[in-house]
């Protein structure tokens, strides 16, 4: 039974679970090292295809690259934040379009091609990864927040769909974590690697439709659901994002 995973994140550690695994991403030449990697140190089988999330017409490519493959697990890890920084709307890149097919496309297409397939096994897995930035509409990163909070209200409504035909579809809303989106930040008790956030998240598959994914997230997000929305929404909070927050992520990031 083979997995699909989106992206390249933490596939070594997934591999370890005794799956056969296909990569799909943009750049052939990190899918090649990581399939050899996983291939020579764990045995499994790997299966790459290259294509860029940020397009639209790659879908029917994907399908026939998957024809014969029983999916029993699918991972929509994909995802692109145009801003790192926090910037008003109009100060942000404006390559939505791509935002759009990265962010919120893939996951749809994606699910359509192997949930059928699922359904009609009446078993399988959907992990989508959203953020906590979809849990409720963010200042300065309204395109990512609202572009997550779509992944999030998709992954719900589909899990009341398809619960009774024996599928997990699982959202994950996790905050910080450093991979090369987030410039690979500094990690701390909040910030984790991306190995970290994997191995942990996994042992929260079925506890329910919803998780951040660790413990330490649930725990931010418990935090940041106290604060008043008039509070979180003021020119107070923004003026901190843009200048306290900005100050920290120069620290902790790897930006020029």
């Known amino acids: 039974m083979a997995k699909v995973h989106m992206s390249i994140l933490s ?6 679970q005794g799956f056969n695994v296909v990569l799909i991403s943009r750049t052939l030449e990190k899918l090649q090292a990581i399939a050899a990697e996983i291939e020579w140190t764990i045995g499994s089988t790997v299966k790459i295809i290259q294509a860029d999330f940020a397009k639209d017409d790659i879908y029917e490519y994907i399908k026939e690259k998957l024809k014969g493959l029983e999916i029993g ?7 692109m934040l145009p801003n790192l920084l926090p910037s008003h709307f109009l100060n942000t890149p404006d390559d939505f379009q791509s935002l759009i ?11 359509q091609l192997i949930l059928k397939h ?25 395109t990512y927040s609202a572009s997550k909070a779509f992944v999030y209200t998709f992954s719900k409504a589909l899990q009341a769909e398809y619960k009774e035909k024996g599928i997990i579809i699982q959202v994950l809303t996790p905050y910080a974590i450093s991979t090369p989106m987030t410039k690979c930040l500094n990690t701390n008790m909040i910030t984790k690697t991306a190995d970290e ?7 929260y598959v079925t506890i329910g439709d ?28 923004q003026k901190m994002l843009l200048t306290r927050y900005v100050d920290y992520l120069k620290k902790n990031a790897n930006i020029r």
């Open 73 to 79: 697990i699918l991972v929509n890890n994909v995802g």
């Open 118 to 142: 699922m359904k009609s096994r009446q078993k399988g897995l959907i992990l989508n990864i959203s953020s906590g930035a979809a849990l409720f509409p963010w200042p300065l990163y309204s």
């Open 197 to 203: 956030f994997v191995k942990e998240s996994l042992n």
């Open 101 to 111: 097919h990265c962010n919120i496309t893939s996951v749809v297409k994606m699910t």
């Open 11 to 16: 596939e070594t550690l997934l591999a370890r």
């Open 210 to 237: 919803e998780t951040c994914g660790c413990l330490t997230h649930e725990i931010l997000a418990a935090i940041l659901s106290l604060i008043p929305s008039w509070a979180f929404y003021s020119s107070v909070f």
